[in-house]
């Protein structure tokens, strides 16, 4: 499969626990956002990558939030201390630099749901 | 900051009918405008994407408008199907390297 991989698809925790989600994104892009999405919303940026650079964060990324994209490949977001307003999907996106023709690919998301 | 708005946030038709989603956005200096299908808890699939010097693009019975100086772009269905419903999500690419999307439409297609 050379699409966008996100693991887990689902993730049920705990108030205050810690999760971390991870996406494999195509192999030859080398940019790689992550969105959230709440339901009947679109998605909302969080932040992106360019190879290994974190180069936009969203104001939506609160200090319990970080991304590390080492090496330039797989990406990660952890999310420290859950809040029931964390429950979301976090998609994954990913594209080849060409700005005018930059298209997307997503993951098919991993669903949080904080109890 | 860019605002992207989708009308109508929710849709029902007869199979058959043709149908025309809209999606308005607040700033002209984009790169390009993408848009999305998704399927219920599912990720999104890219349909159609508009470069900003283009003024439309068609990918079978679908075919999306982009007029960018009044920020309005317009997804055309043709011969709607029940196997179309789902959400349809506008999205422009502007210079701060963030998509940023509309609410969405969902269709619901009936037999």
């Known amino acids: 499969d050379t699409g966008v991989s996100q693991n887990p698809r689902h993730k049920i925790t705990k108030r205050g626990q810690n999760v971390t989600f991870r996406c494999d994104p195509i192999s030859e892009h080398n940019r790689l956002y992550w969105y959230r999405q709440t339901l009947g919303q679109g998605p909302e940026f969080l932040t992106y990558f360019q190879n290994e650079a974190q180069l936009e964060k969203s104001r939506l990324l609160s200090d319990r939030f970080s991304a590390e994209r080492p090496k330039g490949s797989f990406s990660t977001l952890e999310i420290q201390r859950t809040e029931q307003g964390d429950s979301a999907m976090y998609l994954c996106a990913s594209s080849v630099r060409d700005r005018i023709n930059e298209k997307l690919f997503f993951g098919s998301g991993t669903q949080l749901s904080v109890l | ?111």
């Open chain 2, 1 to 111: 900051k860019q605002e992207v708005t989708q009308i109508p946030a929710a849709l029902s038709v007869p199979e058959g009918e043709n149908l025309v989603l809209n999606c308005s956005f607040t700033d002209s200096a984009i790169y390009n405008l993408q848009w999305f299908r998704q399927d219920p808890g599912k990720g999104l699939t890219s349909l159609l994407l508009i470069q900003s010097s283009q003024r439309e693009q068609t990918s079978g019975r679908l075919n999306a408008s982009l007029d960018k100086s009044s920020g309005r772009s317009t997804l055309y269905i043709a011969a709607s199907q029940p196997g179309d419903s789902a959400t349809y999500l506008c999205a422009v690419l502007n210079a701060g390297n963030m998509l940023t999307f509309g609410g969405g439409t969902r269709l619901m297609v009936k037999p």
